[in-house]
């Protein structure tokens, strides 16, 4: 036996139909080769801690990323274990769109790995990749060298 129940039209609101037409988030999980790393150091402290400035170029990227850069201030403890400030440009091209954008953030190293967690600068996009937002990780140990994984979320305008 069936029983039909009583539809009613459903009315999408304008919120409702924008969070439904938003693009759907992409996660890119690759890696670009540290083709470069001058670290300078800016002030060392009498407990030997110090606090230095790198400058990263980075090539040979893969699934789109073709090259970047960082330039990171880091606090060493001393321990040797830091925490760090990053600002990163990315090129390349991402679903077709070429482009490039930047990404600024934070993270730390314990001694053995490096975690860095960025979000992509609202307005810094360039050519194609116009209107791109998300963010990017980086958990990275000496096996890793001479490469950065990084594993990029993002959504194109």
Known sequence: ???????????????????YDRPMSVT????????????????????????????VTLSEGADGLESGSFH??????P????SYTT???????????SGSFVL????TFDGATARGRLQIVDGSATGELVGIVGRAES??????????????TFELA
């Open 1 to 19: 036996m069936f029983t039909h129940a009583l539809v009613r039209p459903v009315r999408v609101t304008t919120s409702q139909r924008r969070a």
């Open 28 to 55: 890119l999980d690759t890696k670009l080769r540290i083709a470069s790393w001058d670290e300078q150091s800016i002030h060392e402290f009498d407990d030997g801690g110090k606090l230095t400035r790198a400058d």
């Open 72 to 77: 990171a201030v880091m606090y060493y403890r």
């Open 79 to 82: 321990d040797g274990t830091s």
């Open 87 to 97: 600002v990163m440009r990315l090129t390349g091209s991402l679903q077709g769109r």
């Open 104 to 107: 600024i953030g934070d993270g």
């Open 139 to 152: 958990d990275s140990t000496h096996v890793d060298y001479p490469f950065m994984p990084l594993s990029l």
